[in-house]
């Protein structure tokens, strides 16, 4: 196996950060190993399960099918940064009342996928959230409180923008 | 000193004591005087750190020196080492250490997984890593230990191994016959077998008005944690102590494992348990390779870890539920069920798992099959046989979902057959709510179940009438649509029954230590352990409730074996009906000891005192006296204050053992609706509906969160979840992308309701909830499959009922 590395100039959670890596080290294995940020989990390391998402440049990824040296450049955030950032306070909120989620591990993947809902898809029904988390494996609460979660949120966010001015309104689609 | 402290320190006695400041932390809500948190849905108390990616998983830790493991594993079903040299691997970059078995067996002993009261159970010895065979795919055979998991995974590659392929046996008939034997000392392939027949069983059998008889299968399925397997062992020499993080459900069942397999006093061993990323049973059971770690920490002296990946979690992770079941049913022509005749076969793997046997689900099949019914008549044979792949244990449910489902399925059978509704057929059998404690005839014996109050309930909550209607309608439209119910009993809260008479050091008992802080909150340390079921929370709802202070002063550990009294973990649904018992003792008895005190500070007879919210009230008036802070304070500081004969005692311990009954079962009905596409196979999960007697509800909304996830897994195991071998014992689907694991899409909204039959065993009169989902939704979701089918003339009897074997069923694919 290849030992090469490469040093890689990047943000993560808002802080510069310069770093040798190995060329064949993932990204999720870097925020865990080399910045210490074990709350991405590893649950398959092959893309299926959804523990490792993290954003790069606003966008969602699967830490662990990213490598680290294409972050080069990038900003990547990732739920300590999220949660510091406070855009997945309402998020938190509503999984703790609706209990969605029980030994957490699929926690900080799922509110990422979460965000990218509440962020994208304001107007998703319950149907619509189902199939929207159905890339993220959650083993213990069998996904009707985390739909009832997301539900909520979506819920008070529509309610929020009716109240508001109509031109808040026509900004809500679609976030860039 | 600030004033108000001094202003209450020169008069601690006075019965006017002025609160100056309160805390405002460990202030209560208004008007919760004499509040109880029993039966409160409200959020999970320690929980929120695991939405801000500040969980301690295993893998999350970090230690000085920490060094890597990994094993390599057989890729054969069953061969003989005939050389392995290690020699290449230990020149690779960053390796520390690589062993064979040999080296390992040195400091680690093997083990046999028997049990006394299993009569006849055999087993082989189990080593931590197999020195001359593998027995199945996946077996580690060698350990490379380095600086970092990815350097040692690449020195893998440098192990040299010889192997000399050897039959293997994959079909559980195959190992019956013997004709290929596993362990040649045990002279055939069975594990366990047991009999069982009720007196006068064949007469009343050959005078039945009907018989209907099935076979089913059920393909083997895995618990798949999102958190794979994970330990972290530090040995240190100079004290000879061991200290083990672990993902597991039984910390003081590992404590001692580890200490007698390794030759280190179990005192010092030390296993801490922090947070678990899923169990379901997974991760209660001894693992050849967690047991060559900790052994490893001892030869390297240092620490080591190991992590599972997604494929050694599939190929090592105990499996389950491998059975083929033939199942008859004799009835009178009135619908009155005359007795059950099962036989069932079930493969195991090479060996039978450690400490708790693998003959434990089998004999749970035995135990449980027609459980809910009121039938005299009883014949029960099991053989659980060897076989070469993956080894089966304890997997959430144990026994239930396959009693369950061949019960019922045959029950609907029996109706069909009678062109009875399957409600009817039910409503006659279901033993009478009334008719408590009953022994059924499998031995087994029941306090108080509520079968028809729930299948009443049931039929409300689903409209079953309204449904039927809408069935025949649509079916009048060419559309196949079916409904499916599960009764269900739910063995919980085992006593000593389950394992400790059959000699097994695992504890049926469990404790649990609340201290007052001297700054008015609680510490409570629980035996039990939190998997993300919530047992923190309702431990926290118990405690809070006994002494009478608010959720939020609350803090509670669970998982360390250094600082929580002895006692099981979470297993078999017992976390709160026994740890949550032993809470609520502890609770009640710190809270006497706190009034003993603020009796002697206030100068009040303690008969008029009480606490809530955190304060010393006058129990009449609710009047509030004293904050708990003032009590710790003045215990704990200023002790010199009281009288000079009087010794507080603020932090009390107290156990709980179940002990009138082997079990404190629970009972519940499921409900399935489905849609069957006959073209393709597909079935569309419509609705799912339980209604389950747990007892006492501590928190609905965990309760309900249980046996929802619960209910998923169980869907999981009819329609999706199979661990596929070949006949040469390969797995053909370890992969997360080929082992299907219900998604959220497929999954429908399941409604939850209760009846509540509190057990009149413990005070707090909980029963368990964690497994019951699992139990009955196999049953309830392959009912409404076949309901569907019914019209077409077909009837699906394999688990999981994938499109495939639907399709086969109807006679449109060949195969089966």
């Not at chain 2, 003989?80 to 960053?94: F, V, Y």
Request: glycine share 10%; net charge negative; charged share 20%.
């Amino acid at each position: 196996m290849s030992d090469q590395s490469l040093e890689i100039s990047l943000r993560v959670n808002s802080q510069e950060v310069n770093a040798q890596v190995p060329v064949r080290m993932h990204l999720a294995e870097f925020l865990r190993e080399s910045m210490d940020l074990t709350g991405s989990h590893l649950g398959c390391e092959y893309g299926a399960c959804g523990a490792c998402q993290v954003h790069v440049d606003g966008l969602l990824v699967r830490g662990c099918l990213t490598l680290a040296v294409q972050a080069q450049g990038k900003h990547v955030e990732t739920v300590e940064g999220l949660t510091e950032k406070g855009v997945l306070r309402e998020l938190q909120n509503a999984f703790l009342q609706h209990n969605a989620f029980q030994c957490g591990f699929c926690s900080s993947g799922m509110l990422i996928t979460a965000l990218e809902i509440t962020n994208h898809y304001p107007n998703a029904d319950r149907e619509q959230i189902r199939d929207l988390i159905s890339g993220n494996y959650c083993r213990c609460t069998g996904y009707q409180s985390i739909v009832d979660a997301i539900e909520s949120v979506l819920k008070d966010q529509r309610l929020r923008n009716q109240l508001s001015a109509p031109k808040a309104q026509s900004e809500m689609g679609v976030d860039k | 000193m600030n004033a108000p402290e001094h202003a209450r320190l020169i008069n601690p006695h006075s019965e006017h004591l002025e609160l100056l400041e309160v805390p405002s932390k460990t202030l209560p809500a208004e008007g919760k005087v004499g509040q109880s948190y029993i039966g409160q849905s409200i959020p999970r108390s320690g929980a929120k750190k695991l939405l801000e990616g500040r969980g301690s998983y295993v893998d999350d830790l970090r230690l000085p020196r920490l060094v890597h493991v990994v094993y390599l594993r057989s890729p054969h079903a069953h061969a003989a080492i005939k050389s392995l040299d290690l020699r290449d691997a230990l020149k690779q970059p960053g390796v520390v250490a690589a062993f064979n078995g040999d080296d390992v067996a040195k400091f680690c002993s093997p083990w046999v997984g028997v049990l006394g009261h299993l009569k006849g159970i055999r087993s082989a010895h189990q080593h931590a890593i197999s020195p001359e065979r593998a027995c199945w795919q996946g077996e580690a055979v060698a350990a490379v230990v380095a600086q970092t998991r990815r350097q040692a995974v690449d020195a893998l590659d440098f192990i040299q191994v010889e192997w000399e392929v050897l039959p293997c046996v994959t079909d559980m008939q195959s190992s019956l016959d013997a004709k290929t034997v596993i362990h040649p000392e045990l002279g055939d392939n069975l594990c366990f077998s047991r009999d069982l027949e009720t007196p006068e069983f064949a007469k009343a059998f050959a005078n039945a008005d009907c018989v209907v008889e099935r076979e089913y299968h059920f393909g083997r399925h895995t618990g798949v944690t999102n958190e794979p397997r994970s330990i972290l062992a530090d040995y240190n020499p100079a004290e000879h102590t061991l200290c083990v993080y672990h993902s597991t459900q039984a910390p003081h069942m590992m404590q001692d494992i580890f200490s007698r397999h390794l030759g280190i006093p179990e005192s010092n061993v030390r296993v801490i348990c922090k947070d678990v990323g899923g169990s379901f049973g997974i991760k209660v059971h001894v693992y050849a390779d967690e047991m060559a770690t900790a052994a490893i920490s001892v030869m390297l002296k240092r620490p080591v870890k190991f992590v599972a990946d997604r494929l050694e979690s599939f190929i090592t992770d105990i499996h389950a539920r491998e059975h083929k079941v033939r199942i008859k049913l004799a009835f009178t022509k009135q619908g009155d069920i005359i007795g059950f005749d099962l036989n069932d076969l079930t493969g195991i793997g090479p060996y039978s798992v450690y400490p708790r046997t693998s003959g434990i689900e089998g004999n749970q099949v035995v135990n449980l099959t027609g459980g809910p019914y009121k039938h005299q008549h009883y014949k029960a044979h099991l053989d659980v046989v060897f076989t070469n792949k993956n080894v089966t244990c304890q997997y959430r449910g144990v026994g239930h979902p396959i009693a369950v489902a061949v019960t019922e399925c045959i029950v609907d059978e029996a109706a069909r057959a009678i062109k009875m509704d399957p409600v009817e057929f039910r409503r006659r059998n279901l033993i009478a709510d009334d008719a408590y404690p009953y022994t059924f005839a499998s031995g087994l014996k029941f306090e108080k179940l509520s079968h028809h109050q729930c299948l009443d309930k049931l039929l409300d909550t689903m409209d079953y009438k309204a449904l039927r209607a809408e069935q025949a309608k649509l079916r009048g439209k060419g559309v196949y649509r079916g409904i499916g119910l599960a009764a269900m009993i739910e063995v919980t809260n085992p006593s000593p029954a389950f394992y400790g008479v059959g000699g097994a050091r695992i504890s049926a008992q469990d404790g649990a230590t609340i201290r007052l802080d001297p700054g008015g909150m609680l510490q409570v340390m629980v035996s039990v352990t939190e998997q993300g079921q919530g047992t923190e929370a309702i431990f926290t709802q118990i405690a809070a409730s006994a002494v009478g202070v608010d959720v939020g002063a609350v803090r509670v550990i669970t998982g360390d074996t250094g600082v929580t009294p002895y006692g099981g973990g979470t297993w078999a649904s017992r976390g709160a009906g026994i740890g949550g018992e032993a809470v609520l003792r502890a609770g009640k008895a710190l809270r006497s000891n706190i009034l003993d005190v603020a009796t002697v500070i206030l100068n009040i007879d303690k008969s008029l005192l009480d606490i809530s919210c955190g304060y010393i009230v006058d129990k009449l008036t609710g009047q509030e006296l004293l904050l708990l802070s003032e009590v710790g304070r003045i215990a704990y500081f200023r002790p010199d204050t009281l009288p000079m004969n009087f010794q507080s005692e603020l932090t009390v311990t107290r156990h709980y053992t179940p002990r009138e009954y082997g079990f404190t079962f629970t009972n519940g009905i499921q409900a399935s609706y489905v849609e069957v596409d006959p073209d393709t196979g597909f079935v569309k999960l419509l609705k799912h509906w339980c209604i389950e007697d747990c007892g006492t509800l501590i928190n609905p909304m965990l309760v309900d969160e249980q046996i929802r996830g619960g209910i998923v897994q169980g869907i999981g195991g009819v329609l999706f979840e199979e661990c596929i071998y070949s006949e040469d014992g390969q797995l053909m689907n370890g992969s997360l992308a080929d082992y299907l694991v219900p998604m959220a899409s497929e999954m429908p909204d399941i409604v939850v309701g209760h009846i509540s039959t509190p057990t009149k065993t413990s005070e707090l009169g909980a029963k368990g909830a964690g497994e019951a989902g699992t139990a009955g939704a196999p049953g309830a979701v392959m009912n409404a499959i076949n309901d569907a089918l019914a019209p077409l003339g077909a009837n699906v009897t394999i688990q999981p009922c994938t499109p495939q074997r639907i399709l086969q069923a109807l006679g449109k694919v060949s195969g089966g």
